[in-house]
């Protein structure tokens, strides 16, 4: 019945959420990652790709991963030159909802243009878009690995919960992923940032999801002005209209805040 089906995609989900990240297995993932460096940071050779071709099963372990090492990965907001070991808290999840996002059409595409744009902001994406999916999979249930005092604050609804099973789970997660990533860059830009500030950044923009959802929870079916979580993106949106942006460094690698674990 529908209440066996939506507890099987839970059961998933969590199985999902907690699978550990592996550079061997998941070298294809890392792959498609390293295509969203902006193209005046090439890699290596002109067309030759991050890791040397690295695919699944070449190396063992740390090996696999020494391939991947590049100071490059800073430019997507990674804390340094190996971007495996930063998921480790959100595991493969944190990895796929990064490509997910980055090829979603939510995200400014990475060209020189958007990409400067980000950059003069020293928004570190990559760090913020794994602690996200970690943030999600706390506040969903399905991974209780993370912990911070973000994730503690906040847990969703039932009628949250029930919503997105309702719509499969996974899709409904990373679509909410996107938006909330997309929150906190719009959070991060709205005044000179540091590092220092990313903590901050982060939970202010976590409060928000959650009094969104909370209310898009709360609210009858067909109530004038009802939203579902399909419309939370442009909810949040509304919460904090972009102001201009004032450019600053990008961060150090020794400064860059890190993702959670």
Not at 49 to 65: I, K, N, T
Not at 199 to 211: G, N, R, S
Request: aromatic share 8%; proline share 8%.
């Amino acid at each position: 019945g529908f209440r066996e089906r939506q507890m099987n995609t839970y059961a998933r989900m969590r199985a999902a959420a907690t699978l550990e990240f592996d550079p061997s297995s998941h070298a294809l993932l890392l792959e498609q990652l390293s295509r969203y460096v902006p193209s005046r940071y090439s890699f290596g050779a002109a067309g030759s790709s991050l890791g040397g071709g690295v695919g699944p099963g070449s190396g063992a372990g740390g090996e696999a991963a020494k391939a991947w090492r590049s100071p490059l990965w800073t430019r997507l907001g990674f804390q340094g030159d190996d971007p495996t070991t930063d998921f480790r808290g959100a595991g493969v999840m944190g990895l796929s909802h990064l490509v997910a996002l980055l090829s979603s059409g939510k995200w400014p595409p990475v060209t020189e243009s958007a990409w400067e744009e980000v950059a003069l902001a020293g928004f570190p994406l990559a760090v913020a878009s794994i602690n996200v999916t970690g943030f999600l999979q706390s506040y969903f249930g399905v991974n209780p690995r993370v912990a911070s005092p973000v994730h503690q604050r906040h847990r969703c609804t039932e009628r949250a919960l029930f919503e997105v099973l309702s719509r499969g789970g996974f899709g409904p997660l990373q679509s909410l992923h996107a938006d909330l990533v997309c929150h906190v860059y719009r959070c991060w830009a709205e005044a000179p940032r540091s590092p220092v500030d990313f903590p901050k950044v982060l939970a202010e923009a976590c409060a928000d999801f959650h009094a969104t959802v909370s209310a898009t929870s709360s609210s009858a079916v067909g109530e004038a002005g009802a939203v579902g979580l399909h419309n939370v993106g442009d909810a949040l949106a509304a919460r904090r209209p972009q102001p201009p942006r004032a450019p600053l460094e990008s961060p150090s690698a020794s400064e860059a805040p890190q993702p959670s674990s």
